[in-house]
């Protein structure tokens, strides 16, 4: 069974930096695309960054351009999302994402709270 496990969420002041890790299990993670959303309270859930595979292409929602790098460890099946100068406006729960047979698989979500 697909697993995605996120962690690295937490408080934060504004400015500051936090690394999220998504660990991935049960199936070929070196081969598929792995993303990053984040969803708001009272807001959609909205793709923040992506990995293709082997890890040669990236791309980012405009809103974190230049603040976040998206990267992937194939031999330990884990990607991450490094975020710098944090804004209150990236304060959400942060998901790990990737699609496999034609199914959408999420892990349970890592809260990041950036405030003073």
């Known amino acids: 069974q697909v697993q995605l496990v996120e962690s690295g969420g937490g408080l934060v002041q504004p400015g500051g930096s936090l690394r999220l890790s998504c660990a991935a299990s049960?199936?070929?993670?070196?081969?598929?695309?792995m993303n990053w959303y984040r969803q708001a309270p009272g807001k959609e859930r909205e793709l923040v960054a992506r990995?293709?595979?082997?890890?040669?292409?990236?791309d980012y929602a405009d809103s974190v351009k230049g603040r976040f790098t998206i990267s992937r460890d194939n031999a330990k099946n884990t990607v991450y999302l490094q975020m710098n100068n944090l804004k209150p406006e990236d304060t959400a729960m942060y998901y790990c994402?990737?699609?496999?047979?034609?199914?959408?698989?999420w892990g349970q979500g890592t809260q990041v709270t950036v405030s003073s």
């Open positions: 994402n990737v699609r496999w047979i034609q199914r959408d698989y």
């Open positions: 990995t293709t595979s082997p890890g040669d292409s990236t």
């Open positions: 049960a199936f070929p993670f070196g081969l598929y695309t």
